[in-house]
């Protein structure tokens, strides 16, 4: 069967986690890449399923990384919550 095939009535489940490392299609699949094109990224969708807070998160999540990272004390309370999931859910920080 054609891989990029699916038959009619075969259940199928697509993983864009899996597919954003992609060896396939992406050198060094599992290493971060500051160059790496943005269409290989659908953390917030893709296409018709884009999500609607795509373009502001784009520049409201790296400014409020940067200004947590400036600020003095800053540390991690907590290892990352994955809440038996593949996606973070918390990462708690605290001051002192």
Known sequence: ??????RRGLFSFVSTRSAMRDGRELQQASSFCIDRPDYHYMH???GL???LGDHISRIQVPTIVKRLLQLPYLR???SID????????S???EFG
Do not use: Q
């Open 44 to 46: 917030l969708g893709y």
């Open 76 to 78: 991690a309370s907590h």
């Open 91 to 93: 990462y708690e920080l």
């Open 49 to 51: 399923h884009t999500c």
């Open 1 to 6: 069967m054609n891989p990029s095939s699916i």
């Open 82 to 89: 994955f809440n038996d999931g593949p996606f973070p859910e």
